[in-house]
């Protein structure tokens, strides 16, 4: 999926009722702008270990707490020293 458009990742994420892990901001500005209320996007920001063993490990620590969020169409933005959560859609 490396080549494919944000729109094409997002919309096969809808097609296969998956969640987008990304540290490209760009889709939380297409989620923000389309009214769209899937998929549900977890975003990596700012300082977060660049390992991806490391990375993992930190979305599975909160897989669990943000489970109805993310059923439920959500942007949740890990930063260093936050997790924020914005449902979907964002008016």
């Given at each position: 999926?490396?080549a494919?458009?944000?729109?094409?990742?997002?919309?096969?994420?809808?097609?296969?009722?998956?969640?987008?892990?990304?540290?490209d901001?760009?889709?939380?500005?297409?989620?923000?702008?389309?009214g769209?209320?899937?998929?549900?996007?977890?975003?990596?920001?700012?300082?977060?270990?660049n390992?991806?063993?490391?990375?993992?490990?930190?979305l599975?620590?909160?897989?669990?707490?943000?489970?109805?969020?993310?059923?439920?169409?959500?942007?949740?933005?890990?930063?260093?020293?936050?997790?924020?959560?914005?449902?979907?859609?964002m008016?």
């Open positions: 999926m490396s494919a458009s944000d729109q094409q990742i997002l919309d096969l994420a809808v097609a296969e009722d998956r969640i987008v892990v990304t540290s901001t760009d889709f939380g500005t297409i989620l923000a702008t389309s769209r209320d899937r998929p549900s996007v977890m975003q990596l920001r700012g300082r977060i270990p390992d991806p063993a490391d990375q993992a490990e930190l599975l620590h909160h897989l669990q707490s943000l489970e109805g969020d993310l059923l439920a169409g959500a942007l949740v933005t890990f930063a260093p020293s936050r997790i924020r959560i914005r449902p979907l859609p008016i």
